[in-house]
């Protein structure tokens, strides 16, 4: 797993939902609720392409914001 830098991240934003991002693992998840994107991170480089991303159950979104929160990434 590659670490995108903080400082990075900070600027990066869901090109749908346009919310902020956190990383967990090799996938950018939006933190926006209603998309519930996340994007992958392939060879340490963020794919923030639409079409590659997927939408997550709002089970799966509920518990990385969860973590996110609990790391204080969000």
């Given at each position: 797993?590659?670490?995108?830098?903080?400082?990075?991240?900070?600027?990066?934003?869901?090109?749908?939902?346009?919310?902020?991002?956190?990383?967990?693992?090799?996938?950018?998840?939006?933190?926006?609720?209603?998309?519930?994107?996340?994007?992958?991170?392939?060879?340490?480089?963020p794919i923030m392409l639409i079409e590659e991303a997927e939408v997550v159950e709002p089970d799966e979104f509920a518990r990385v914001?969860?973590?996110?929160?609990?790391?204080?990434?969000?």
């Amino acid at each position: 797993m590659a670490e995108i830098d903080a400082e990075l991240l900070g600027i990066m934003q869901c090109p749908v939902g346009h919310a902020p991002l956190v990383q967990v693992g090799d996938w950018l998840y939006s933190t926006d609720a209603e998309t519930r994107r996340r994007y992958p991170i392939r060879d340490g480089i963020p794919i923030m392409l639409i079409e590659e991303a997927e939408v997550v159950e709002p089970d799966e979104f509920a518990r990385v914001m969860a973590e996110a929160k609990k790391n204080g990434n969000t």
